[in-house]
């Protein structure tokens, strides 16, 4: 699994999740990710990756993420 953290207190959340949703789709990640996001436009970004269809699970606080990374990981 990859664990992807952000606090985006100058760059906006919504563009962090486009950013990451782009390179999912270019890279044809094959292993599941997990976001957490904070900051500017941050519930913005969270529809984007919720909606996205891709294996990709949105999480509200670091412990959170790093429990589902953890057992994403495990099923993998």
Do not use: W, Y
């Amino acid at each position: 699994a990859v664990l992807i953290n952000i606090f985006g207190g100058i760059v906006r959340c919504d563009i962090v999740a486009e950013g990451v949703l782009q390179a999912a789709r270019k890279v044809g990640v094959s292993v599941p990710i997990v976001v957490r996001l904070e900051g500017t436009n941050v519930e913005r970004a969270r529809e984007l990756l919720a909606q996205s269809g891709l294996q990709i699970t949105v999480a509200h606080s670091m412990s959170e993420a790093a429990e589902r990374a953890v057992a994403l990981a495990r099923q993998t």
